[in-house]
């Protein structure tokens, strides 16, 4: 029975929580988690230990920062922002996602030798 969630290939999460934090403001990481989880209607699935994993690489580049709150449910959580570093960051990741999915199309879309 074929898989109907994908695994995130390695190295375009940093890319969406970068994106996911730009357009939602600050978020906790099970937050984030489901925000990718839900725009891509449940096609992709984030492990947990592999986004907190991220976001403390992120925090460690300086492209986002975190700070203790509140959650909704008025728990401890710490809250994840996008830096002007990681605003920058974002755009040439954005870029360089874009040249690589055009190639991969490109490649895609030739023809097969009979």
Same mark, same amino acid.
């Given at each position: %029975?074929? $898989? ?8 375009? !999460? ?12 600050? %978020?906790? #990481? /099970? #937050? *984030?988690?489901? &925000?990718? $989880?839900?725009? +891509?209607? $449940?096609?992709? =699935?984030?492990?947990? #230990?592999?986004?907190? !994993?991220? !976001?403390? =690489?992120?925090?460690?580049? =300086?492209?986002?920062?975190? $700070?203790? @709150?509140? +959650? ?6 710490? /809250? /994840? +922002?996008?830096?002007?570093? #990681? ?13 690589? +999915?055009?190639? *991969?199309? =490109?490649? !895609? @879309?030739?023809?097969? &030798?009979?």
């Amino acid at each position: %029975m074929p $898989e109907t969630k994908s695994e995130i290939l390695q190295g375009t !999460l940093d890319l969406m929580v970068l994106k996911t934090l730009d357009a939602m403001g600050p %978020m906790h #990481g /099970y #937050g *984030i988690a489901r &925000r990718i $989880e839900q725009v +891509s209607e $449940e096609a992709l =699935r984030v492990n947990q #230990g592999t986004i907190y !994993l991220c !976001l403390i =690489r992120l925090v460690q580049k =300086r492209w986002i920062r975190a $700070e203790w @709150g509140a +959650s909704e449910n008025n728990r401890k959580a710490k /809250y /994840y +922002s996008i830096t002007k570093t #990681g605003r920058k960051q974002l755009v040439a990741e954005a870029e360089n996602w874009q040249r690589v +999915s055009s190639t *991969i199309g =490109r490649l !895609l @879309g030739l023809a097969t &030798r009979s």
